[in-house]
């Protein structure tokens, strides 16, 4: 440059062109140095997470897998597997978390099934899938090809069958009722867990009598789902995997979202793992009931399986070992009620003998006795000790587990046996039954099962003998008809010869406790209790054949079907196993699992009352755990935790005991009519007050349940309490049975503080409500049910004090010949009806009612011997002589 051109500096100033603002940005930091790095991982984050969606496709190119799950929706890959490395949850084409460090499958997951074919038929819906891998998580083969079917079982109720492929049955597609398929899209909200891949589709199946209800069959990724309503999704299988391999299945079911799922003796599900193995707690059929949405599931598969409810979820994770060729059955119900819900899943199994009143009260059942004749001569010196038992009934005796059962045969044996019951009459006795058999040569039951080849065999060819109670046992097998037919002679003349009231199992799984150190390394997943198990050998082998759970998960079913063909009826709670301590959270857990089999359509498990062993135990606990037993159908005790001869508790705490037995003994009609009521029309024994109470949204409380649908239980389930706050829905007070007193109802969210005082139990009659009591107790429920009775009622009374109650009565031997005697009370007025048909059933043997007692009022003198009366009865009760309370 030449200075010398230019003047001034003035002039060079002038001369400068203007600054350019797209060169400052271009050149400032933020553009040169932040925005590119930005860019950089915008990228890097965008083609990691299309890169995962590409690897993740169920072989469509439109149908792709999400991982962008909510936490509570994780369902594991490798369940077995605490810790997995993030390299080996991704080769599995699994999801991976890494602040969680969890691997877990995508939506929906590349271990699954599809749709092959499928035809709507008369009968239902059926077809088949093919697997999407041919490997399991854990590699190991799956099975390649299943069948499914859906059958509708009335109402809006289906039957889901999963495994072989089932037979063709039924017509060709029924008029109105073809499949209407539609996009996954047009389903909203409904499947938003779902990814909208342009080949997802639903074959939408109408119901052509309950339009409401629609079945969902998704494609191609095989799922079932199930629609009430519009927008009410009330099942679906379509939120996790379908795994199935020989010896390892997995499915995957959500319920009824905005609705807690109660059931497998828990009051609440979500956040639990259930292992259910059936040994003693004879949750045979496992049931999960959606309560406010009234549906319910019930999965009939009665081999050891496990159930995980994620938190928050309402997502059921079911896992089993090895899977029966025919599959299993999953059965769907909605009522429009909890309580027609819960009628709806009550089995069909015989109950002919769920009546029997000799199996009503206590029955006692040591298991200490050395030999038969040292039973024998406790019995004696029980019996000969009456007033120590301060008065309390009690119906039968087991004498001893190890020496009866159907292996005693011998002729001193049967001379014992004939013995005891001529001591114990009017008392039943009660003999043992188990899977196994005493190993003994001169056994014409163990010879006649051998001779049809019906015992397990070891390698050799010979007979497998294992280890059960320190005694060489051995093992029919219950797999096979034959063995079924052996017994089940063999048992009829067995009870018939010796005449025995009924049989108690102690085991519904067969045992050996001889060790075999398993290892479980063939399977896919193995439960660490069912490895435990396996362990110390509590599971007998079958070492001739090669599917060694296959056979086994057929042979404890087939067992359980043969003792209920036998009318076996009680069975000890596994909360009372001799094995675990009886403690309050003991007798906590029995009361919560025995309200949820209830309400899950089932007889309520016997009860070992203050627990199974001779073990003291702590006098409170004891007593308020017999306060407990005056609502259970079935109680068991050893002697020395009754208050009979040997007792270990003191002679205060004995006094009580009694006096709760004798409370429980006035009630033995309403015993049975609660059991009746089941056996006839479901109505669950024992429930939670929504049941009964559709309004009610307070939470479940375990101190609180419902006996039958007339009485509401409260219990202390606490050390050193004396009250039970409880919740008393409806709109008219409840009353105390004993002495009338009012109490309630609760206002406005708010719980009632009842007192109950050590000995007692607090029994309040629902409003409206009229139920039996027996003028006093004997010594035995069958001589107590012969006593007269008395009609307590708790009238609701309106604003025009129009005062109302309703009840009913079961009169008869059994549950299929027996009725119920209906009984209304209005202003003043009793009215009995079907009165004829209990004269059928029942006549000779029907109690006078005695006085009909209107708590905490007046008691009316009536006696009415309903074999007398000519058809249906209605008197005005002024015309009565009454006695005010």
Same mark, same amino acid.
């Given at each position: 440059?030449?200075?010398?051109?230019?003047?001034?500096?003035?002039?060079?100033?002038?001369?400068?062109?203007?600054?350019?603002?797209?060169?400052?940005?271009?050149?400032?930091?933020?553009?040169?140095?932040?925005?590119?790095?930005?860019?950089?991982?915008?990228?890097?984050?965008?083609?990691?997470?299309?890169?995962?969606?590409?690897?993740?496709?169920?072989?469509?190119?439109?149908?792709?897998?999400?991982?962008?799950?909510?936490?509570?929706?994780?369902?594991?890959?490798?369940?077995?597997?605490?810790?997995?490395?993030?390299?080996?949850?991704?080769?599995?084409?699994?999801?991976?978390?890494?602040?969680?460090?969890?691997?877990?499958?995508?939506?929906?997951?590349?271990?699954?099934?599809?749709?092959?074919?499928?035809?709507?038929?008369?009968?239902?819906?059926?077809?088949?899938?093919?697997?999407?891998?041919?490997?399991?998580?854990?590699?190991?083969?799956?099975?390649?090809?299943?069948?499914?079917?859906?059958?509708?079982?009335?109402?809006?109720?289906?039957?889901?069958?999963?495994?072989?492929?089932?037979?063709?049955?039924?017509?060709?597609? +029924?008029?109105?009722?073809? $499949? @209407?398929? /539609? !996009? =996954?899209?047009?389903?909203? #909200?409904?499947?938003?867990?779902?990814? &909208? *891949?342009?080949?997802?589709?639903?074959?939408?199946? +109408?119901?052509?009598?309950? $339009? @409401?209800? /629609? !079945? =969902?069959?998704?494609?191609? #990724?095989?799922?079932?789902?199930?629609? &009430? *309503?519009?927008?009410?999704?009330?099942?679906?299988?379509?939120?996790?995997?379908?795994?199935?391999?020989?010896?390892?299945?997995?499915?995957?079911?959500?319920?009824?979202?905005?609705?807690?799922?109660?059931?497998?003796?828990?009051?609440?599900?979500?956040?639990?793992?259930?292992?259910?193995?059936?040994?003693?707690?004879?949750?045979?059929?496992?049931?999960?009931?959606?309560?406010?949405?009234?549906?319910?599931?019930?999965?009939?598969?009665?081999?050891?399986?496990?159930?995980?409810?994620?938190?928050?979820?309402?997502?059921?994770?079911?896992?089993?070992?090895?899977?029966?060729?025919?599959?299993?059955?999953?059965?769907?119900?909605?009522?429009?009620?909890?309580?027609?819900?819960?009628?709806?899943?009550?089995?069909?199994?015989?109950?002919?003998?769920?009546?029997?009143?000799?199996?009503?009260?206590?029955?006692?059942?040591?298991?200490?006795?050395?030999?038969?004749?040292?039973?024998?001569?406790?019995?004696?010196?029980?019996?000969?000790?009456?007033?120590?038992?301060?008065?309390?009934?009690?119906?039968?005796?087991?004498?001893?587990?190890?020496?009866?059962?159907?292996?005693?045969?011998?002729?001193?044996?049967?001379?014992?046996?004939?013995?005891?019951?001529?001591?114990?009459?009017?008392?039943?006795?009660?003999?043992?039954?188990?899977?196994?058999?005493?190993?003994?040569?001169?056994?014409?039951?163990?010879?006649?099962?051998?001779?049809?080849?019906?015992?397990?065999?070891?390698?050799?060819?010979?007979?497998?003998?294992?280890?059960?109670?320190?005694?060489?046992?051995?093992?029919?097998?219950?797999?096979?008809?034959?063995?079924?037919?052996?017994?089940?002679?063999?048992?009829?003349?067995?009870?018939?010869?010796?005449?025995?009231?009924?049989?108690?199992?102690?085991?519904?799984?067969?045992?050996?406790?001889?060790?075999?150190?398993?290892?479980?390394?063939?399977?896919?997943?193995?439960?660490?209790?069912?490895?435990?198990?396996?362990?110390?050998?509590?599971?007998?082998?079958?070492?001739?054949?090669?599917?060694?759970?296959?056979?086994?998960?057929?042979?404890?079913?087939?067992?359980?079907?043969?003792?209920?063909?036998?009318?076996?009826?009680?069975?000890?709670?596994?909360?009372?196993?001799?094995?675990?301590?009886?403690?309050?959270?003991?007798?906590?857990?029995?009361?919560?699992?025995?309200?949820?089999?209830?309400?899950?359509?089932?007889?309520?498990?016997?009860?070992?009352?203050?627990?199974?062993?001779?073990?003291?135990?702590?006098?409170?606990?004891?007593?308020?755990?017999?306060?407990?037993?005056?609502?259970?159908?079935?109680?068991?005790?050893?002697?020395?935790?009754?208050?009979?001869?040997?007792?270990?508790?003191?002679?205060?705490?004995?006094?009580?005991?009694?006096?709760?037995?004798?409370?429980?003994?006035?009630?033995?009609?309403?015993?049975?009519?609660?059991?009746?009521?089941?056996?006839?029309?479901?109505?669950?024994?024992?429930?939670?007050?929504?049941?009964?109470?559709?309004?009610?949204?307070?939470?479940?409380?375990?101190?609180?349940?419902?006996?039958?649908?007339?009485?509401?239980?409260?219990?202390?389930?606490?050390?050193?309490?004396?009250?039970?706050?409880?919740?008393?829905?409806?709109?008219?007070?409840?009353?105390?049975?004993?002495?009338?007193?009012?109490?309630?109802?609760?206002?406005?969210?708010?719980?009632?503080?009842?007192?109950?005082?050590?000995?007692?139990?607090?029994?309040?009659?629902?409003?409206?409500?009229?139920?039996?009591?027996?003028?006093?107790?004997?010594?035995?429920?069958?001589?107590?049910?012969?006593?007269?009775?008395?009609?307590?009622?708790?009238?609701?009374?309106?604003?025009?004090?129009?005062?109302?109650?309703?009840?009913?009565?079961?009169?008869?031997?059994?549950?299929?010949?027996?009725?119920?005697?209906?009984?209304?009370?209005?202003?003043?007025?009793?009215?009995?009806?079907?009165?004829?048909?209990?004269?059928?059933?029942?006549?000779?043997?029907?109690?006078?009612?005695?006085?009909?007692?209107?708590?905490?009022?007046?008691?009316?003198?009536?006696?009415?011997?309903?074999?007398?009366?000519?058809?249906?009865?209605?008197?005005?009760?002024?015309?009565?002589?009454?006695?005010?309370?």
């Amino acid at each position: 440059m030449e200075f010398g051109k230019y003047k001034d500096s003035i002039w060079l100033l002038n001369k400068k062109k203007t600054a350019n603002c797209n060169d400052c940005f271009y050149t400032s930091p933020f553009v040169k140095y932040v925005l590119p790095s930005f860019l950089v991982v915008l990228l890097i984050l965008t083609f990691t997470y299309f890169g995962l969606l590409t690897w993740l496709p169920l072989g469509d190119a439109d149908s792709q897998a999400t991982c962008h799950l909510q936490p509570s929706y994780y369902v594991s890959c490798l369940p077995d597997r605490q810790i997995i490395p993030k390299d080996d949850c991704l080769k599995l084409g699994c999801c991976w978390r890494e602040d969680m460090r969890i691997c877990y499958h995508s939506f929906p997951s590349r271990y699954g099934y599809k749709v092959d074919e499928y035809q709507w038929t008369s009968d239902g819906l059926e077809g088949s899938v093919t697997a999407t891998r041919m490997l399991s998580p854990a590699g190991k083969p799956a099975r390649g090809r299943l069948g499914f079917s859906v059958r509708r079982v009335g109402g809006n109720d289906f039957r889901i069958v999963l495994g072989a492929k089932p037979e063709r049955r039924g017509s060709a597609q +029924s008029s109105g009722a073809s $499949p @209407s398929v /539609k !996009l =996954l899209a047009d389903y909203g #909200h409904i499947f938003d867990f779902l990814p &909208r *891949g342009n080949k997802a589709r639903v074959a939408e199946f +109408s119901l052509s009598d309950d $339009p @409401s209800t /629609k !079945l =969902l069959l998704h494609e191609p #990724h095989f799922a079932l789902s199930i629609l &009430r *309503g519009e927008d009410e999704l009330v099942f679906s299988t379509a939120r996790g995997p379908l795994i199935m391999t020989d010896n390892y299945w997995e499915l995957t079911l959500y319920l009824a979202s905005g609705s807690s799922l109660q059931g497998l003796g828990a009051l609440q599900l979500n956040g639990t793992t259930n292992w259910i193995y059936n040994n003693e707690n004879r949750t045979i059929k496992p049931a999960l009931l959606a309560l406010r949405s009234n549906v319910a599931c019930q999965l009939n598969y009665q081999a050891p399986i496990e159930i995980q409810v994620l938190n928050g979820s309402n997502l059921v994770i079911v896992r089993g070992i090895s899977i029966p060729d025919s599959g299993f059955t999953l059965n769907l119900y909605s009522g429009s009620s909890a309580s027609r819900t819960i009628a709806k899943l009550s089995d069909t199994r015989n109950h002919s003998r769920l009546l029997s009143v000799d199996r009503i009260g206590l029955q006692l059942c040591p298991d200490n006795h050395g030999s038969l004749k040292s039973a024998v001569d406790s019995l004696k010196r029980l019996l000969n000790s009456t007033e120590a038992g301060h008065g309390a009934p009690w119906d039968s005796h087991c004498l001893s587990r190890q020496h009866l059962g159907p292996t005693l045969e011998p002729d001193a044996d049967l001379g014992l046996v004939a013995e005891a019951r001529g001591l114990l009459e009017p008392r039943a006795l009660a003999a043992h039954l188990t899977p196994m058999l005493v190993n003994r040569a001169d056994s014409p039951l163990q010879s006649s099962l051998e001779k049809e080849s019906c015992l397990l065999g070891n390698a050799t060819g010979g007979t497998y003998v294992g280890t059960s109670d320190a005694r060489d046992v051995v093992y029919p097998d219950w797999t096979e008809g034959k063995a079924r037919q052996v017994a089940a002679e063999y048992l009829e003349e067995y009870l018939q010869r010796l005449q025995l009231g009924f049989v108690v199992t102690r085991d519904a799984w067969p045992r050996d406790q001889a060790t075999h150190g398993v290892s479980g390394q063939s399977f896919d997943y193995l439960p660490e209790e069912l490895r435990s198990l396996m362990s110390s050998g509590t599971l007998p082998f079958d070492l001739q054949r090669g599917r060694h759970y296959t056979v086994h998960n057929a042979y404890a079913p087939s067992f359980a079907d043969f003792a209920g063909a036998a009318g076996v009826e009680l069975r000890g709670h596994e909360c009372n196993s001799p094995d675990v301590e009886a403690t309050w959270s003991t007798l906590r857990g029995v009361l919560e699992a025995g309200v949820l089999e209830a309400m899950t359509a089932q007889v309520p498990n016997a009860m070992y009352v203050c627990g199974a062993n001779r073990a003291r135990i702590d006098d409170e606990l004891c007593v308020r755990w017999y306060a407990l037993a005056v609502a259970w159908p079935r109680i068991l005790a050893v002697p020395e935790k009754s208050p009979l001869v040997g007792t270990r508790l003191s002679r205060s705490s004995a006094i009580q005991v009694a006096n709760l037995l004798k409370l429980r003994a006035t009630l033995t009609t309403y015993h049975r009519t609660t059991l009746a009521s089941f056996a006839k029309d479901g109505s669950p024994i024992l429930a939670d007050t929504a049941v009964h109470f559709p309004d009610d949204r307070q939470p479940p409380r375990a101190s609180q349940f419902l006996w039958g649908d007339s009485i509401l239980v409260g219990l202390v389930l606490l050390p050193r309490h004396y009250q039970v706050p409880m919740w008393l829905p409806s709109e008219h007070p409840w009353r105390h049975m004993q002495g009338g007193s009012p109490v309630g109802p609760s206002i406005n969210g708010s719980s009632i503080p009842v007192t109950v005082p050590m000995g007692k139990v607090a029994l309040l009659v629902r409003p409206g409500r009229i139920i039996p009591v027996h003028k006093g107790a004997a010594d035995s429920s069958a001589t107590t049910s012969s006593r007269n009775l008395s009609l307590v009622a708790n009238p609701i009374c309106d604003l025009s004090s129009v005062c109302q109650a309703t009840g009913r009565v079961y009169f008869g031997d059994d549950a299929s010949t027996g009725e119920f005697l209906l009984i209304s009370y209005s202003n003043g007025n009793l009215a009995l009806s079907k009165v004829k048909e209990v004269q059928e059933a029942g006549c000779g043997k029907l109690p006078t009612i005695e006085t009909f007692e209107i708590l905490g009022t007046t008691t009316y003198t009536i006696n009415l011997n309903v074999c007398e009366l000519q058809g249906d009865f209605d008197v005005p009760l002024n015309e009565t002589r009454s006695s005010a309370i």
